[in-house]
């Protein structure tokens, strides 16, 4: 029996990580985890407590009790706190602000590491900042997706416009841009492409243009690794 399949997607805000994430699971039966939004679900655990979100001790202690889940296929996907439905209220401005700030405090990244490595054990398409290279070092597929921010935050403004008919291209681009530095610039698990993370700028492509090239070269790892295990097999066997 092959081992289940990993494969971690990282990159900026905006890159389209989560639809393409979405995709791939699909296409392949995979579980999908969206890591952003586990660490969404804490954010709004610390506004509905009275933790103050600058108590980087507290704050970290509360990611270890609270009870995060996510199910359901990836276009659909439920994401539970403390086994209450939250999937809708943690794409709200507030939470999404407050993301930001606890994603880099290190025991909330601790916590959340440890979570997504067993959700994960079964076989997963992840997509985050730092699946590829502190997550699932040894994912059998790693990309690093990256675009022009200018692009990016075209893509996250019509999102957001979905919720907020009033959001603007530049408050959207200086958020990005500031998302940006926090990633590339925290102490723990700083944003990167992982040595073996194949690099895919989607700047001017279409998401089905980059589906289709990530499907290729999962197809391609797939079939070199079951080839191995399979080669394994046989010599362990004697044959």
């Known amino acids: 029996m092959s081992r289940?399949?990993?494969?971690?997607?990282?990159?900026p805000s905006g890159a389209?990580?989560?639809?393409?994430?979405?995709?791939?699971?699909?296409?392949?039966?995979?579980?999908?985890?969206?890591?952003?939004?586990?660490?969404r679900a804490v954010a709004l655990a610390v506004i509905e407590s009275t933790?103050?979100?600058t108590d980087d001790v507290a704050v970290g202690s509360l990611a270890r009790r609270i009870d995060i889940d996510l199910a359901g296929d990836p276009d659909s996907l439920r994401v539970t706190l403390n086994r209450r439905d939250v999937s809708e209220r943690i794409r709200d401005d507030d939470v999404t602000h407050m993301s930001s700030i606890i994603s880099t405090i290190p025991a909330v990244r601790r916590a959340m590491?440890?979570?997504?490595?067993?959700?994960?054990?079964?076989?997963?398409?992840?997509?985050?900042r730092d699946?590829?290279?502190?997550?699932?070092?040894?994912?059998?597929?790693k990309f690093f997706?990256?675009?022009?921010?200018?692009?990016?935050?075209?893509?996250r403004l019509a999102e957001e416009r979905e919720t907020n008919?009033?959001?603007?291209?530049?408050?959207?681009?200086?958020?990005?841009?500031?998302?940006?530095?926090?990633?590339?610039?925290r102490a723990d698990s700083p944003l990167m492409a992982a040595e073996d993370a194949i690099v895919v700028d989607s700047t001017g492509?279409?998401?089905?243009?980059?589906?289709?090239?990530?499907?290729?070269?999962?197809?391609?790892?797939?079939?070199?690794?079951?080839?191995s295990d399979s080669h394994l097999r046989t010599k362990r066997s004697g044959w």
């Not at 289940?4 to 990159?11: F, T």
């Not at 590491?113 to 985050?128: F, M, S, T």
């Open 16 to 39: 389209g990580k989560s639809t393409l994430g979405r995709m791939l699971a699909r296409e392949l039966g995979l579980l999908y985890i969206d890591t952003g939004s586990m660490y």
């Open 165 to 185: 008919p009033a959001a603007t291209y530049d408050q959207t681009f200086a958020d990005i841009t500031e998302r940006d530095r926090r990633d590339t610039t």
């Open 4 to 11: 289940p399949l990993i494969i971690a997607i990282d990159g």
């Open 145 to 155: 997706l990256d675009a022009v921010p200018e692009e990016r935050a075209e893509r």
């Open 113 to 128: 590491v440890e979570r997504q490595r067993e959700l994960g054990k079964r076989g997963a398409v992840l997509n985050g």
């Open 205 to 227: 492509q279409s998401i089905e243009e980059v589906f289709r090239r990530m499907m290729r070269v999962v197809r391609e790892k797939r079939s070199k690794r079951e080839f």
């Open 51 to 53: 933790i103050s979100e």
């Open 131 to 141: 699946i590829g290279t502190v997550v699932f070092p040894d994912a059998d597929v």
